[in-house]
């Protein structure tokens, strides 16, 4: 008994002594704790120094106030800093844009039978297009597009308030461009600046007056000359041109495309997009092309159109390989008209022209660009590359019908005509006074017959004759007359006035 008792006094002594051990613990680890805290804080408040990053707004001079007062005024230069001043520019040339309106009556069939037959009548309504156009001389003389003025029953030209009738002098739809007459004296007539100087990456302005609107004026450079834009060159027919970047929209049209000097080097004629607006870049027909036109136009009311007599091709690498070169500038002649001016020359099929007139031939643009600004009769020196060697010749240009004759007002254009390697022929339209004295409505002219090769020289019609019809069929296109003598097979029948001015008909069977 005495011994259990003594083990349980053991055991309750040792777990109260624990119980002591466990607080004092306890009490130990918490002024521990409490003492790291306070020195903590009394190292941050009272040994620590303060170190604080300061970052400073720094307050432009001119910002900078006292006493609620700018002690620094922003000095401002007179005009802004750039490349070149167009404002003179701009304000030599907006006087010489014109805005045009071009004025179309309705016309309608107001039975059956008018419309069968081709008979309109004439409506009160009028439909209204528009443009720009350029003074070109003080006497009154505009230049525009043609696609402008297309058309038109009445032509009007409004300048600074006023408003003219024009009268249309003539157009040359190859070229987009067409002229126009007001009565009016001292106008601001643009200058002139020529367009052959005229380089890749020099500053112009597109001047415009669109829909009567305050001349317009855009800026930028020029991208690119003629042929040296082939990418697009496709979807534009003028094959001698200025590309920009000045941006030309619709309105703009027949408007003035100048130099730095506000000097004329083209007009405005067109864009390339989707939409008709703006879209990157524009065309100019140079100025050294428009100049020619207008003075054929005024002085023979038909533009006097020079021709070599041969087809040239622009030379790139695959070209230059087959016909043994290195140099790819120049034009390589790729065949020639008979008795033209190129053959009188003494030139041939494979020959490359590197110059004319000692300028240099770059393309076929640039070539063709020399050419538009000859008349028929005009000589020219050319040099070419035959079997490596250069050789020179004079070449006197001719007109669309072969001679070097001055063209009449209803002279013919290129596309009026179409020579057939199969037929060995080259035929024509008539033209209107060829028409009234023949009174005939339709003919096909035989040109030129090659003596030596071709499908026509086997048939009974001579140089000069007049086809005008093909079994019973009216001839009028010469493609279309060249293509049907040689698809066709069976009796054909040639209905023609010959050049002796007899009418007859001619019977073959084609096999």
Known sequence: MSASL?????????????????????KIILIAFLSGLGGAFLYQQIIQTNEVTEVIREVPTYQQVSNNTMDYEPRYSDR??????????????VHSVVYIKNLQRGRRSTSFMDFFYGRESTSSEVAVGSGSGVIYSEDGYIITNNHVIKGADEIEVQ????????????TDPDMDIAVLKIDAKNLPAVDIARSSSVKVGDWVLAVGNPFNLTSTVTAGIVSALGGDANAVRENFPIEQYIQTDAAINPGNSGGALVDINGDLIGINTSIISRTGSYAGYGFAVPSDIVVKIVEDLKKYKVVQKAFTGAEVLDIDEDLADRVGTRNLKGVLIENIRRDGAADDAGLRSGDIIRKVDNKTVGSKSSFEEVISAKSPGDKVAVQYERSGK?????MVLENVYGDTEILGADALSKEDFYFSNYLGAELRRLTTSEKESLRARTGVVVSKIDKEKGFMR???LNEGD?????NRRGAQDPEAVAKYIQNYYGRIYFEIIDNSGNQRTLTYRFQ
């Open 390 to 394: 250069l050789y020179e010749t004079d």
């Open 159 to 170: 300048h600074e308030k006023r408003t003219y009738r024009a009268v249309l002098v003539g």
């Open 6 to 26: 003594a083990l349980y006094v053991f055991c309750e002594l040792k777990r109260e002594k624990g119980k002591n051990i466990m607080k004092n613990n306890f």
């Open 458 to 460: 086997r048939l009974d």
């Open 466 to 470: 007049v086809i005008l019809a093909i």
């Open 80 to 93: 802004a800093a750039l490349p070149v001043d167009f404002r003179s520019a701009a304000e030599k040339s």
